[in-house]
């Protein structure tokens, strides 16, 4: 285990009361135990967010150098609204059929 440096930090009335509370229930043997779990979670979460930021700023940066041309948005709103038709007319089945009825 790594030496160990002494702090002293402040914390709200709350986080003291959440800290006492599961040094109590037994989940952590000392309020150190508490920050340090606190921390080590933080720490987690700090490696993933930029982990996630370099994956967006990966794709970001194949996205610009992609050497396919761009489409207009013009044509990708005209491709999506005839896509929106389809699958409309798709979802309404064929048309009602008045032949089959009886006279």
Do not use: C, N
Request: net charge negative.
């Amino acid at each position: 285990m790594e030496s160990a440096e002494k702090l002293s930090i402040t914390v709200t009335p709350a986080m003291a009361r959440m800290i006492r509370e599961k040094v109590e229930d037994g989940s952590f043997g000392s309020a150190s135990e508490v920050i340090r779990a606190a921390l080590r979670a933080f720490q987690r979460e700090e490696e993933e967010y930029a982990e996630r930021i370099a994956s967006i700023r990966a794709r970001v940066k194949a996205s610009l150098e992609d050497p396919r041309p761009s489409v207009p948005m013009e044509e990708v709103d005209a491709r999506l609204r005839e896509l929106f038709a389809q699958r409309t007319r798709a979802a309404s089945g064929p048309p009602a059929d008045d032949s089959s009825e009886p006279a």
